[in-house]
């Protein structure tokens, strides 16, 4: 009989300040549109396979299977896939924390994870399937889970971590919400649908996101459609009508009405404007 033996003699490190606020699995189909956009998170981005690449600051970037594309908070950024090899990825969303990157001062980094492949996309899968499940303790084994990856992260890079000393206040509903107007925009969705989904007082939520982001959640809502149809005005045949029924706008008329207070023009004139120069590569939203 042999036996190792290891002992832990040092007292555990204590619990940090940085959250989880969300971890999802994306696929980019021919419908989708990207959009640049900044959050008050950092998030962590990995490619399980497909091809494309990262708008980040203005510039763009490639990326293939097994990148880890690490986005510190309010850096613009999104992600273009290419049609022939769609790019799907999972990302996380952690609250209270900055990632330093080496002697870099940069904001965000790509970098090539295929030797730990199986490691971290195990951890991944792992993390999904908690927070789907949501069981009794979800939260703490996805903390522990986020934990273990960062640590990972750390040991195999030049990565450094900062926790902040006054973490964010973005709250977890409003987060939630957020991602949802972000991801359903054409979708009929009222303030009581978003106060079901979060789970509190649709007054409540209204005045939590309003306090969180400085404009309220229909605004919001409003403004990510006009986005997406700024997009559509430049790139597509669409008429008007076609297009304010893919975006969700009750009547073609409140959609002039909603993009005239936005953007200071009709739609029509946007598209005119747009033809007779050159054709924007991405439509912007920025948070307020």
Known sequence: MSTERFDIRHAPAPRESFR????????????????AHTHSCTELFYCLSGEGQFY???QLYPVKPDDMIIVNPQVEHTELSLNASPLEYIVLGVAGIEILFGKSDSSYAIFNCRKNRERMVTLLH????????????????????LEVLL???????????????????????????????DS??????????????AHINKYYLAHTFQKEYGISPITYLNRRRIEESKYMLGNTGYSLAQISELMGFSSPSYFSQ???????????????????????????????
């Open 184 to 197: 359903n925009y054409r979708e009929d969705i009222s303030l009581d649908i978003l106060a079901e989904i």
């Open 151 to 181: 640590i990972w992260l750390v040991r195999c890079t030049t990565l450094s971590l900062q926790v902040e000393e006054t973490p964010r206040s973005d709250s977890r509903e409003c987060v939630e919400i957020k991602r949802y107007l």
């Open 126 to 145: 792992m993390l999904l399937a908690e927070a789907d499940r949501s069981l009794d303790g979800c939260e703490t084994v996805c903390q522990d889970l």
């Open 20 to 35: 989880l606020l969300y971890i999802s699995k994306s696929k980019f189909g021919g419908d989708w549109n990207s959009t």
């Open 258 to 288: 909603c993009f005239r207070k936005a953007e200071g023009l009709t739609p029509n004139e946007y598209r005119r404007q747009v033809r007779q120069g050159q054709r924007p590569a991405l439509s912007k939203r920025h948070e307020a």
């Open 56 to 58: 980040l600051s203005g």
